[in-house]
């Protein structure tokens, strides 16, 4: 059970941690991380590193969705350019670092072009202008074939880093290693992101535009920042998943993944980085454990296998669920969680029940 | 000279003019009330000043800056906050960061510098929270400082609103509607804290108002509208025995 806390200092507000204890659990889950490949085994470890990268994919998603509240259905478009650019620079011969480097700052430098146009639109027409980037940036993976190969695509060459030959396949945990500090970076980059102003901004544009406006934000400036981080995120997440996936061609960015993205921040949870992490986790295990159900069944002679879309069906079927019954995604139920072990055993059922907000009327806008 | 001069502005919706040839001078350190029947034009006037609409003729002054020449989200900058008639609070934050939002016009850092959370803008956090630990001592909310906006009475709310304004130390207050919806008691604590920014903070108070006790408790001078026209200018006891002002509200009675 937790003591009750005295602030006594403004910086107990604004340390990232909120105590020592904090700083530790979060030091042993980064222990945990170290260790994972000794606990794990080479094949999982190659998962793991799907599920950071996944994890990174999915911050850029949720800082734009979660936290400055802008739909977009296109991101996977970003992931795309971040990709083809490090993957081009690389088969050029430029080195890892200063590839990667450009390819994220493209990616958010394309991000803050696109913005412009695209978010004076709102809602719903946001997500379709978004959805039409997507489908604008498969076709343009065909037709920039000097860049992106065309339809056959990129191989992904091996990553030299100090002195190493890092490759997916070839050294699996040296690769975990590489997601795992660019992800722990841009993780640390996200919350300082939030207990600063800028962050401040994103969550008031997200909330009131009105109010943020006349608070000082100026809400299309902040909008056009918070799109291109995000994109840059996305497009460092890119890259990456070239080197996961080791090819990549017009058909690795379908729309279908920009869906999968949007339904990973849900799902993990909106307006919070850990939720980036949980969907990352529902988006590759799930799968996976449905393919593993499916082989139990058909070793005990129930034929599943003959139903082809079931493994989407029923990875649809619990999203839908979970949604009906959190609508704030795994950290909300993360939250309920630790909230009973906190109050144990004075937890009420009805401690989280969303308060009704009272109607605002005569909004500007 | 006067801190805000609002000269003959006009604005209209399609065909409908809601405000119409409106011009006032407030002077500083003052509390100056506009107060009008429903529709009148009333909020309207405050969103021509904080810049939401831009007006069809006219010109605002705010301290020697043409006002019409500001973006709305650099208004408050210049020392002109405002609250909103409904409340627009930051519902699924605490007061502590709402108020800490409203500190965003005053901030001296950029976003590179916050992504990296350099020690100047460690240096910075802490002068924002000096600033709005002030305030909440100022408008006494220590008790509600870690609360969601959603969890609170809706008279704490309206306080909260105008902690969330005062902490950008604005020199000019616009305050639509404070005690609208507010009990008795509430109206009678708002009134105290309009004082208190009036005579502590050195605050000039631009309101809107359908409380007359409040206005003439708290008013240095007031301006009644109706239909987007003014009506008459005066002293609170002027304004409500002025029979144009007595003719808008009640219908072409001669007696209140």
Known sequence: MSKPRFKTRYDDDINRFESGGHRLQYLLLLGLALAAPWLLGSYYTGELSS???WSMAG???????GHTGQVSLGHAAFMAIGAFTHLALMLRGWHFVPALMTATLVSGISGALLARPILRLSGIYLAIATLAL??????????AEPVTGGVRGLIAPPIELFGLTIDRHGTPIAFYYLCLSLVVLVTLAYSNLLRSPTGRSFLAVRDSEISARALGVNVTRTKT???????????LAGALYGHLVQAVNFESFLVIISIALLLQVIVGGLGSIHGAF??????????????IARDLLSDVGIRVAAFPGLDMAVFALIIIVLMVLEPRGLYGVWLRVRTWFELFPLYRKGLFRRARSYLKTERLK | MSLLD???VSLSFGGIKAIDGVSFRVEPGEVFT???PNGAGKSSLFNLISRFYPPASGSIVFDGHDLLACQPHEVVGLGLARTFQNIELFDHATVLDNLLIGRHSQRQTRWFEDLLFLPKVRREERAHRRQVEEIIDFLDLAAYRDRMILGLPYGVRKVVEIAQALVARPRLLLLDEPAAGLSVEETENMAWWIEDMQKDLGLTIVMVEHDMGLVSQVSNRVLAIAEGRPLAEGTPAEIQAHPEVIRAWLGGADEP
């Not at chain 1, 920042?225 to 497009?235: K, V, Y």
């Not at chain 1, 529902?282 to 393919?291: E, K, S, W």
């Open chain 1, 51 to 53: 599920v950071l990268v």
């Open chain 1, 59 to 65: 911050m850029g998603v949720m800082l734009l969705v």
């Open chain 1, 134 to 143: 997507g489908i604008l940036v498969e076709d343009l993976a065909i037709v």
């Open chain 1, 225 to 235: 920042l918070a799109f291109a981080l995000s994109c840059a995120i996305t497009g």
């Open chain 1, 278 to 291: 949980f969907g990352a986790v529902v988006i590759v295990v799930l799968p996976q454990g449905i393919a």
């Open chain 2, 6 to 8: 609002v000269n003959s």
């Open chain 2, 34 to 36: 506009i107060v009008g």
